[in-house]
C-alpha cells in the first residue's frame, strides 16, 4: 500500500479498515481451528453475547472522547440489572416500571459521580474507582441473603431472547438501508443546495452499497438460524442514536471539542461542566441497559452481576476499534465493532474449550496491543504537528 | 463621536498586582480602520493592558470609553458584547476538530425544521458561511474539513482570527499574531490584518517584532514599566526612535 498507505494504517486515518482486517483474521483463526465458529447458529449466539458490553462501551465512547474514564460501569450494571429485579420479582412492580427504575438509578450514579468530579475537581479515574466498590457493595445489600434471584417475567426475559421471523428480518434490512441510504443522500442534497459541490457522488454510492451489502448479508446468515434477535435491534438502535448525537448535534460537537482542548471550549462560551456531568449521566445510563440485557439473557441477577472482567471488556471494545484513551477522538460506532473483536476472540476461545488462564491472557493481550497502537499513533500525530 | 475620535479610548488606567504596578495612570486608543502596534519589553504592560480592555482584569482605576460612551468591562462577556474580540496567542483552537467547527464553536448553526429538537448541526450552511467569511478576508485553505491540528501556523492563526470576526465585532486585540511564525506565514498574517483595517475595524497588535509592527501598523503605543512611553505614527518615526522608547534610553517621546 506505499509509505503513505502505511503510516495512515498506524495512524489511525485508517484504522476502521485496520480493526475489520483484524476481525477477519480472528475469523479466519478459528474458523480454521474450529469449524462451527463461522455456523449461523454460533453467529447469532456472538451477537447475543455482546449486546450487553456493547450497549455499556456506548456510553464508555463518550467518556473516552473527553479524555476520561468511568471505571464504575460494571458494578453500575449489575446494580441496575439487581434493582430492576428485585423490585419485578420481590415486589410485584411492572416489567416496564422496574426496567425504568433500573435505568433511572444508573442516571441517578451518573450525575453524582459527574457532579462530584466536577465540582471537586477529584480526577474521574478516583470518583468512579470508588463507585465502583460503593455500588458493588450495594448490589450485594440489594440483593440481600438470597445472593441471587431468578427473572421469569416474559417481558424482562423477552429482551434477550426474542427473535423475528425471517420475512421481519428482511423489512428490518429493507428499513435500514433506505434509511442510511435516504441519510446520505439529503446531507448530499443540502451541501449542493449551499452550493458546495465539491464532493463526487461515487464515495456515497459505495458507502451506501456497502451498508446494504453488509445488512443483507447480516439478516439472511441470522436467518438461516433463529432469526434477527431484538437483542441486537437494541444495540443498533442505540449505536445509530448516539452516533447521530455524537456527530450531527450541538452536544456531540462540544463533546469532541471539550475532550479536544477543554480550554477553547471554556473560552467558546461552552459550559464545560455541564457537558462533563451529562456525559457520565449518559454512560451509567447506557451501563444500566448493558446489565438489564444481561441480566435478561441470564435469566438472573446475582452476585457476580456486572463483575468479573466486563468493564474492562466495555473499556477495551472502543479503544480496540480506534476511539482514543487520550480525548477528542473517536466514534459511537466502535463500541459495536471493538464488541464484535473481542466477543470474537471470547466466543472462539470458548469452542476450543481453552482455560480460563488462557482466555484471561490472550484478552488482556489484546488489550494491551491496542491501546500501544493508539498511543503510537497519538506520537505520530504529533510528530507531524498534529497534536 | 466625531470622525477622529477613538472608538476605543482607555483613560488614566491603573492595575496593581500585589507589590507590582502592572498598569499606571494609562492612556491609549485605537480608531475605527486603525491599527496600533501596542510595544514594549516583557512585563512592560501589554498583556495586562489587552486584558483589561478584554475583560480578564478590571482596572483599578481609570475609565475605557466605547464609541464615546463610558462602559463598564467586568468580565469577557462585556467586551464580547460590546464588539471587542480578542485572539490569543495560544489560539484556543481544538486541534481534534476542522476549521468549520472551530469557527463556529459554541455559536454553532443549528438546523430547522423537526431536526432543531436535537439541536442539530446545519454543517452545510455553516461551511457556506465560513467559506464566505474566510473568502472575504482572502484566507486559503485547500478544505475546510481539514483538522486544524493538521494546519500551518500562519492558517491556524488565520482561522482564529476569522472566528473572532463571527460575532461582527468592530476592535479586535491581537497577542502575538506572528510569534513563531516563519515568513511566508507571517506575511499571510500580516496581509489580513490589513484587510481587517480595510473593513473599518479597529486593530490593537501586540508584538515583540518591530518589523512586523512598522510594516502594518499606522501607530505605534509605546508601554514601559507599565506606563505611556510613547505613541507613534508610524510613517514619521524610525525603530531606533521606538526601540530608545521600549528600553528608556533618551527621550522616546517623539
Not at chain 1, 143 to 158: A, C, F, H, R
Not at chain 1, 309 to 328: K, Y
Not at chain 1, 382 to 387: I, K, P, S, T
Not at chain 2, 132 to 144: C, F, G, K, Q, Y
Amino acid at each position: 500500500m506505499g509509505r503513505e498507505g502505511l503510516r495512515r494504517f498506524v495512524q489511525g486515518d485508517l484504522a476502521s479498515l485496520r480493526v475489520v482486517l483484524g476481525l477477519a483474521v480472528i475469523w479466519i483463526i478459528f474458523q480454521s481451528q474450529n469449524d462451527r465458529f463461522l455456523s449461523a447458529e454460533n453467529l447469532t449466539n456472538l451477537m447475543l453475547q455482546i449486546t450487553a458490553v456493547g450497549l455499556i462501551s456506548i456510553g464508555i465512547v463518550y467518556v473516552l472522547l473527553l479524555g476520561e474514564i468511568d471505571l464504575s460501569v460494571g458494578a453500575v450494571s449489575g446494580l441496575a440489572a439487581a434493582v430492576m429485579t428485585v423490585l419485578n420479582v420481590k415486589h410485584g412492580w411492572s416489567p416496564y416500571l422496574a426496567i425504568a427504575a433500573g435505568i433511572l438509578v444508573g442516571t441517578a450514579i451518573g450525575l453524582f459521580q459527574g457532579s462530584v468530579f466536577t465540582r471537586f475537581g477529584v480526577p474521574s479515574f478516583v470518583v468512579t474507582l470508588a463507585g465502583l466498590l460503593a455500588w458493588q457493595g450495594a448490589l450485594l445489600q440489594v440483593l440481600g441473603s438470597t445472593g441471587s434471584i431468578n427473572i421469569n417475567d416474559p417481558k424482562i426475559t423477552g429482551l434477550a431472547n426474542t427473535f423475528y421471523s425471517d420475512a421481519v428480518g428482511w423489512i428490518i434490512a429493507v428499513v435500514v438501508i433506505a434509511a442510511y441510504a435516504g441519510v446520505v443522500l439529503s446531507g448530499y442534497r443540502s451541501r449542493v443546495a449551499h452550493g458546495l459541490t465539491g464532493e463526487s457522488m461515487t464515495p456515497l454510492l459505495v458507502r451506501i452499497a456497502l451498508v446494504a451489502a453488509i445488512a443483507l448479508v447480516v439478516v439472511a446468515v441470522l436467518n438461516s438460524d433463529r432469526g434477527v434477535p431484538l437483542a441486537l435491534l437494541i444495540l443498533l438502535a442505540f449505536v445509530v442514536g448516539f452516533e447521530y448525537v455524537a456527530r450531527r448535534t450541538r452536544f456531540g460537537r462540544h463533546v469532541y471539542a471539550v475532550g479536544g482542548s477543554s480550554e477553547a471550549a471554556r473560552r467558546a462560551g461552552i459550559g464545560i461542566d455541564r457537558i462533563r456531568i451529562a456525559v457520565f449521566a449518559l454512560a451509567s445510563t447506557m451501563a444500566a441497559i448493558g446489565g438489564i440485557l444481561a441480566a435478561s439473557r441470564l435469566l438472573a441477577v446475582n452476585q457476580s452481576s456486572g463483575g468479573s472482567e466486563l468493564l474492562l471488556l466495555a473499556i477495551a471494545g472502543p479503544v480496540i476499534a480506534g476511539t482514543s484513551l487520550f480525548g477528542g477522538r473517536g466514534a459511537v460506532w466502535t463500541a459495536l465493532l471493538g464488541a464484535l473483536v473481542i466477543g470474537s476472540i471470547a466466543n472462539g476461545m470458548d469452542l476450543l474449550a481453552l482455560s480460563s488462564a488462557v482466555k484471561f491472557m490472550v484478552t488482556g493481550g489484546v488489550l494491551l496491543l491496542a491501546v500501544i497502537v493508539d498511543a503510537i499513533a497519538r506520537r505520530e500525530r504529533q510528530a507531524a504537528g498534529r497534536v | 463621536m466625531s470622525a477622529d475620535a477613538s472608538l476605543l479610548q482607555v483613560d488614566g488606567v491603573s492595575k496593581r498586582f500585589g507589590p507590582v504596578q502592572a498598569l499606571d495612570r494609562v492612556d491609549f486608543g485605537v480608531k475605527a480602520g486603525e491599527v496600533v502596534g501596542l510595544v514594549g519589553d516583557n512585563g512592560a504592560g501589554k498583556s495586562t493592558l489587552v486584558k483589561t480592555i478584554a475583560g480578564i482584569h478590571s482596572p483599578d482605576t481609570g475609565e475605557i470609553r466605547f464609541a464615546g460612551e463610558r462602559v463598564a468591562i467586568s468580565r469577557p462577556n462585556d467586551a464580547t458584547a460590546l464588539g471587542i474580540a480578542t485572539v490569543y496567542q495560544d489560539l484556543a483552537l481544538c486541534d481534534n476538530l476542522d476549521v468549520v467547527a472551530n469557527i463556529f464553536l459554541g455559536q454553532e448553526e443549528i438546523s430547522g425544521g423537526p431536526a432543531h429538537a436535537t439541536r442539530q448541526l446545519d454543517e452545510a450552511k455553516m461551511e457556506h458561511r465560513a467559506d464566505d467569511l474566510l473568502d472575504s478576508l482572502a484566507v486559503t485553505i485547500p478544505n475546510l474539513r481539514t483538522e486544524v491540528g493538521t494546519l500551518s501556523g500562519g492558517q491556524r492563526q488565520q482561522v482564529a482570527v476569522a472566528r473572532s470576526l463571527l460575532g461582527e465585532p468592530r476592535v479586535v486585540l491581537l497577542d502575538e499574531p506572528t510569534a513563531a511564525l516563519g515568513v511566508p506565514q507571517t506575511k499571510q498574517v500580516l496581509e489580513l490584518i490589513r484587510r481587517l483595517r480595510e473593513r473599518g475595524l479597529a486593530v490593537v497588535m501586540i508584538s515583540h517584532n518591530l518589523a512586523n509592527v512598522f510594516e502594518v501598523a499606522d501607530r505605534i503605543v509605546v508601554l514601559r514599566l507599565g506606563k505611556a512611553a510613547g505613541d507613534f505614527q508610524a510613517e514619521q518615526t524610525t525603530e531606533e526612535h521606538v526601540v530608545a522608547a521600549i528600553t528608556g534610553v533618551g527621550e522616546g517621546n517623539g
